[in-house]
T-cell receptor, first 113, second 112 residues
């Protein structure tokens, strides 16, 4: 039972345009959401996060939006650059005695020059 | 500050064998989590250790086990390897389980 889903396995975007990566979750008790970026042969690196009490968080070219009623979050990258080409994972934090992170299956973003 | 290190980076084993993977967390981090990454499955949580105690466990068979030492270094062991165990095994460290996780580069395990 996948509690965090990224339904698009891949996405191609032209350089300079907006990239929108989507993530859906099923557990309304998740209180914190994160996006990680992963290059080949490297571990995931933290990109941006958002608390469940907010609906938007911005950091430079990256913005994460959270729609709690739809149980949906999205990552916007504007403008997209070739160096953004990577696999992006969304993750949600849940608590059941201790905190635990549930990851999505990832979306491979390709930014075309 | 040195990042999370994992050894070995690559490993080839045959079915039925066992394997031990090692993870050294960032200095000062006491929580170490292990994940399995396979194509199409994302990062599947294996277990988390904090101060030498397993605090959380994912839905993996008992063939997967781990431990943490007093210096916070952690090892993961997989016994009786199966072809389906071929994956990238990632280790992540954090100050505590409610803090941001920092990942190592992973160990690529191939089971033949």
């Amino acid at each position: 039972d996948q509690q965090v889903k990224q339904n698009s396995p891949s996405l191609s975007v032209q350089e300079g345009r907006i990239s929108i990566l989507n993530c859906d979750y099923t557990n309304s008790m998740f209180d914190y959401f994160l996006w990680y970026k992963k290059y080949p042969a490297e571990g995931p690196t933290f990109l941006i996060s958002i608390s469940s009490i907010k609906d938007k968080n911005e950091d430079g070219r990256f913005t994460v939006f959270l729609n709690k009623s739809a149980k949906h979050l999205s990552l916007h990258i504007v403008p997209s650059q070739p160096g953004d080409s990577a696999v992006y994972f969304c993750a949600a934090r849940g608590y059941s005695g201790t905190y635990k992170y549930i990851f999505g299956t990832g979306t491979r973003l390709k930014v075309l020059a | 500050k040195a990042g999370v290190t994992q050894t070995p980076r690559y490993l080839i084993k045959t079915r039925g064998q066992q394997v031990t993977l090692s993870c050294s967390p960032i200095s000062g981090h006491r929580s170490v989590s292990w994940y399995q990454q396979t194509p199409g499955q994302g990062l599947q949580f294996l277990f988390e250790y904090f101060s030498e105690t397993q605090r959380n466990k994912g839905n993996f068979p008992g063939r997967f086990s781990g431990r943490q030492f007093s210096n916070s270094r952690s090892e993961m062991n997989v016994s009786t390897l199966e072809l389906g165990d071929s994956a990238l095994y990632l280790c992540a460290s954090s100050m505590g389980s409610n803090n941001e996780q920092f990942f190592g580069p992973g160990t690529r395990l191939t089971v033949l």
